[in-house]
C-alpha cells in the first residue's frame, strides 16, 4: 500500500513538472512570436515613414518643375496637390485588398510559421 502510494506521489510530482515545463515553454513560444511581430512592425514604419519622406519630397519638386514649366508655381502645387488626392482616394477605396489583407496574412504566416513547429 505504502508502494503504490509513493508511486502515486512521484507520478503527481511528474506531472507537476510536466505542467511547469510546458508553461514555460508556451511562455517562451507567445515571447518570441511577440518579439517576431513587434520587429517586422516597427520595420513597416519605419519603411513607411521613409516612403512618406520620399513621396513628399518627389512631389515638392515636381510641383516646383510643373510651376516652372507654366510659369505659375501654385499652380504647379495644385496640380501634384490634386495628384496626390486622387492616388489617396484610390488607396482608401482599394485598402482592404492592398493594405490590410497583406499584413493580415504576414502577420498570421509569422505567428503559425509551419518550418518552426516542425522542429519542436
Same mark, same amino acid.
Given at each position: ?5 509513493? %508511486? ?6 511528474? /506531472?507537476?513538472?510536466?505542467? %511547469? ?9 507567445? &515571447?518570441?512570436?511577440?518579439?517576431? @511581430?513587434?520587429? /517586422? =512592425?516597427? &520595420?513597416? /514604419? =519605419?519603411? $513607411? ?6 513621396? @513628399?519630397?518627389?512631389?515638392? $519638386?515636381? $510641383? /516646383? ?12 502645387? @495644385? =496640380? ?17 485588398? =492592398? ?17 518552426? %513547429?516542425?522542429?519542436?
Amino acid at each position: 500500500m505504502a508502494e503504490d502510494f509513493n %508511486n502515486a506521489e512521484t507520478f503527481v510530482d511528474q /506531472v507537476k513538472e510536466y505542467v %511547469n515545463i510546458r508553461l514555460t515553454q508556451l511562455k517562451l513560444s507567445f &515571447a518570441e512570436k511577440t518579439s517576431k @511581430v513587434m520587429a /517586422v =512592425m516597427i &520595420a513597416i /514604419v =519605419m519603411l $513607411a515613414l521613409v516612403f512618406f519622406l520620399f513621396l @513628399v519630397l518627389i512631389s515638392i $519638386a515636381g $510641383a /516646383v518643375i510643373i510651376g516652372q514649366w507654366l510659369e505659375s508655381f501654385w499652380l504647379g502645387f @495644385v =496640380m501634384v496637390g490634386g495628384i496626390v488626392l486622387i492616388g489617396g482616394l484610390i488607396l482608401w477605396i482599394s485598402k482592404d485588398w =492592398m493594405i490590410r489583407k497583406p499584413i493580415m496574412n504576414a502577420l498570421i504566416k509569422l505567428m503559425f510559421d509551419k518550418e518552426e %513547429n516542425e522542429k519542436d
